[in-house]
Protein backbone atom coordinates (compact mmCIF):
# COMPACT_ATOMS: atom_id res chain seq x y z
CA UNK A 1 0.00 0.00 0.00
CA UNK A 2 1.19 2.99 -1.16
CA UNK A 3 0.26 6.52 0.22
CA UNK A 4 0.94 9.90 -1.02
CA UNK A 5 1.55 13.13 1.63
CA UNK A 6 1.03 16.62 0.00
CA UNK A 7 2.96 19.74 1.66
CA UNK A 8 -0.04 21.97 2.95
CA UNK A 9 0.55 25.03 4.11
CA UNK A 10 -2.32 26.39 6.26
CA UNK A 11 -2.92 29.80 8.58
CA UNK A 12 -4.35 29.46 11.98
CA UNK A 13 -7.07 32.09 12.26
CA UNK A 14 -6.55 33.10 15.79
CA UNK A 15 -5.59 36.26 17.44
CA UNK A 16 -4.04 39.86 16.04
CA UNK A 17 -0.57 40.27 14.46
CA UNK A 18 1.39 43.39 13.11
CA UNK A 19 1.67 43.47 9.55
CA UNK A 20 4.36 45.85 8.94
CA UNK A 21 3.74 48.04 5.06
CA UNK A 22 7.47 47.98 4.85
CA UNK A 23 7.20 44.05 4.40
CA UNK A 24 3.59 43.95 3.87
CA UNK A 25 2.79 46.89 1.58
CA UNK A 26 -0.76 48.28 0.91
CA UNK A 27 -3.98 46.60 2.52
CA UNK A 28 -4.75 45.23 -0.81
CA UNK A 29 -1.94 43.62 -1.49
CA UNK A 30 -2.48 42.03 2.48
CA UNK A 31 -6.26 41.04 0.95
CA UNK A 32 -3.97 39.51 -1.58
CA UNK A 33 -1.26 37.38 0.13
CA UNK A 34 -3.71 36.08 3.18
CA UNK A 35 -6.82 35.48 1.12
CA UNK A 36 -4.15 32.62 -0.99
CA UNK A 37 -3.94 30.91 2.55
CA UNK A 38 -7.36 31.73 3.60
CA UNK A 39 -10.24 33.11 1.31
CA UNK A 40 -12.21 34.40 4.50
CA UNK A 41 -9.28 36.75 4.96
CA UNK A 42 -10.10 38.14 1.54
CA UNK A 43 -13.01 40.87 3.01
CA UNK A 44 -10.73 42.26 5.45
CA UNK A 45 -12.70 45.42 7.58
CA UNK A 46 -11.15 48.34 8.78
CA UNK A 47 -11.40 49.53 12.34
CA UNK A 48 -11.29 53.47 12.31
CA UNK A 49 -12.18 56.61 11.04
CA UNK A 50 -15.79 55.31 10.83
CA UNK A 51 -16.01 54.72 14.93
CA UNK A 52 -14.37 58.09 15.50
CA UNK A 53 -11.46 56.28 17.36
CA UNK A 54 -8.56 58.66 18.56
CA UNK A 55 -5.66 59.89 17.15
CA UNK A 56 -2.17 60.23 18.29
CA UNK A 57 1.23 62.22 17.34
CA UNK A 58 3.50 60.05 16.01
CA UNK A 59 6.84 59.84 16.93
CA UNK A 60 9.64 62.59 16.21
CA UNK A 61 12.98 61.22 17.87
CA UNK A 62 12.88 57.59 15.61
CA UNK A 63 11.54 56.71 12.38
CA UNK A 64 8.26 55.14 12.57
CA UNK A 65 6.96 52.09 11.27
CA UNK A 66 3.72 52.07 9.86
CA UNK A 67 1.80 49.04 9.52
CA UNK A 68 -1.49 47.40 10.93
CA UNK A 69 -2.97 45.06 13.19
CA UNK A 70 -4.92 41.67 11.83
CA UNK A 71 -7.12 39.95 14.22
CA UNK A 72 -7.08 36.59 12.15
CA UNK A 73 -10.09 35.35 14.26
CA UNK A 74 -12.57 38.12 12.38
CA UNK A 75 -10.80 39.90 9.62
CA UNK A 76 -10.81 43.46 11.37
CA UNK A 77 -7.74 45.25 11.30
CA UNK A 78 -6.43 48.35 12.23
CA UNK A 79 -3.90 51.06 11.26
CA UNK A 80 -1.14 51.53 14.13
CA UNK A 81 2.23 53.69 13.62
CA UNK A 82 5.02 52.72 16.04
CA UNK A 83 8.80 53.11 17.24
CA UNK A 84 9.61 49.28 16.99
CA UNK A 85 7.48 46.01 15.79
CA UNK A 86 5.42 45.52 18.92
CA UNK A 87 4.99 41.58 20.25
CA UNK A 88 2.68 42.82 23.55
CA UNK A 89 -0.96 44.72 23.11
CA UNK A 90 -2.45 45.86 26.92
CA UNK A 91 -5.54 47.63 27.39
CA UNK A 92 -5.00 51.00 28.46
CA UNK A 93 -8.49 52.93 28.37
CA UNK A 94 -12.10 51.46 27.79
CA UNK A 95 -14.61 54.47 25.82
CA UNK A 96 -17.75 54.19 23.92
CA UNK A 97 -16.12 53.43 20.95
CA UNK A 98 -13.39 50.69 21.57
CA UNK A 99 -10.23 50.09 23.69
CA UNK A 100 -7.35 52.55 23.93
CA UNK A 101 -4.37 50.08 24.14
CA UNK A 102 -0.65 50.56 24.64
CA UNK A 103 2.02 48.68 22.26
CA UNK A 104 4.89 47.00 23.82
CA UNK A 105 7.90 44.92 22.63
CA UNK A 106 8.57 42.86 25.81
CA UNK A 107 11.82 41.05 26.41
CA UNK A 108 12.57 37.27 25.04
CA UNK A 109 12.28 36.18 29.00
CA UNK A 110 8.56 35.59 28.25
CA UNK A 111 8.61 33.11 31.07
CA UNK A 112 8.84 35.49 33.54
CA UNK A 113 5.78 37.13 35.72
CA UNK A 114 7.28 40.11 36.32
CA UNK A 115 8.59 41.66 33.24
CA UNK A 116 9.86 44.98 31.46
CA UNK A 117 8.79 46.43 28.15
CA UNK A 118 9.09 49.61 25.98
CA UNK A 119 6.10 51.22 24.70
CA UNK A 120 6.54 51.14 21.19
CA UNK A 121 2.89 53.19 20.22
CA UNK A 122 -0.26 53.14 21.04
CA UNK A 123 -3.75 52.23 19.15
CA UNK A 124 -7.70 52.22 19.69
CA UNK A 125 -9.11 48.72 19.14
CA UNK A 126 -12.60 46.98 18.72
CA UNK A 127 -14.08 46.14 22.04
CA UNK A 128 -14.43 42.49 21.38
CA UNK A 129 -10.17 42.75 22.29
CA UNK A 130 -11.32 42.25 25.87
CA UNK A 131 -12.42 38.72 25.08
CA UNK A 132 -9.23 37.64 23.71
CA UNK A 133 -6.96 38.45 26.30
CA UNK A 134 -4.61 35.81 28.15
CA UNK A 135 -2.98 36.18 31.26
CA UNK A 136 0.83 37.45 30.86
CA UNK A 137 2.15 38.96 34.23
CA UNK A 138 2.75 42.11 36.32
CA UNK A 139 4.64 44.91 34.88
Not at 19 to 27: A, M, N, T
Request: aromatic share 8%.
Amino acid sequence: LLELFVSTMFLERAGWIFLPDSEWGGIETVKQKLGYLDSILLDLKPWGKAHLVPTWQHPTKRPPITGRFLDLESGIYVEATVVERPNVIVPLAIHGNGVTCVLLRRSSRSHEKVFGAQKVGIANFPPHVLAQTTKMGTM
